[in-house]
């Protein structure tokens, strides 16, 4: 098994050797980010921390120690590239209050620098990467930062055997546990503890496009990952009504009370058969863990039950649609279990 789908809980991060490949991200860069994530944890920095700093650096600097040409003598030293934006250098862009140039350019004290401002940010772990990423930074673009954080936790998975898919709990990190209010490293939760009943397209429900996690009904469902409200609304049935404020019923047709939530990396989360009207509204910022509504039966229901969609690219339609079981492991907030209630 690959470190991207192993989860261990310990695994030192190495500098040395073959990297692997990320994307556009190869081996010079794919070390810089191993340089940053064994900083982070000589420093005991919990993972949520090595993801929100490569994906700082992913931005800063596409991952390369970068000289600058208007700073004198960074060219002369050892890097992978010039950039020109006012005095900054290194993995991080630091400017010249975070130290001298030949220490802003050594990767391992940049990355050390930029922990040190982070863990003295109230509340670190609980913030969206963005606004994380930004109180260290004080960047002219401070949203610029969430696009690399499904990226920066497939790199960190793949460099320290699946570290974001991590969860704090009791001071230790455990892997695939992450649900409701406790946030993986990657930034993702389940929405609800539960579970998963009916599951993606199977033989005999092909078009069922998402899976159906059992719950009490009232059982808060909580936002997946940080992300923007595009959806909250009543789904009209087959005959086009839009009586979401009672049971549905099997055949029926629609969502019944439902959400879509836009996160980072152009994924939806579709969220169906609340029992009332939705918590958020349409255009609503939301973070990860938040409660956005509450478990019910309307719609296209036989029985109180979460149906939960995940979709690729921004596309809210069914050709878009994926299987949410892997796609929630992978990220540290496993759909587990099985069940036999209705769907």
Known sequence: MSNELACKQDQTVTTKGDMPRMGRYGQTQMRNAAIIIKVGQEMRVPPRGWVIAVATA????????????????SRDIPNEGVGRDHDSVGLFQQRAGWGDVSQRMTPAYAARKFYEKLL?????????????????QISAYPDAYAKHEDVASQIVNALAGGAARTVQIAEKSVCDQASAQTIAASGWTAPIPGGVGSGFRTASRPRHNGVDVAARKGTPIHAAATGRVVVARCDPDHNGRRDCNVDGSPNKGGCGWFVDIL???????????????????????VKAGEIIGRVGSSGNS??????????????????????????????????????????
Not at 268 to 273: E, G, N, P, V
Request: proline residues 7%.
């Open 58 to 73: 992913m931005q800063e600097s596409g991952l390369r120690n970068l000289a600058n040409s208007t700073v004198a003598g």
């Open 263 to 285: 996160h980072a990396g152009g994924y939806l989360t579709r969220y169906c058969h609340m029992v009332e009207k939705p918590l958020v509204a349409p255009g609503q910022e």
């Open 120 to 136: 003295k940010v109230d509340g670190w772990q609980q913030l969206p990467l963005t606004l994380a990423a930004q109180k260290v």
């Open 302 to 343: 036989s029985g109180p039950h979460l149906h939960f969609e995940v979709h690729r690219d921004g596309d809210r339609s069914s050709r878009s649609a994926i299987d949410p079981v892997p796609f929630m492991r992978q990220r540290g907030a496993a759909l587990n279990g099985s069940s036999t209630r209705p769907s």
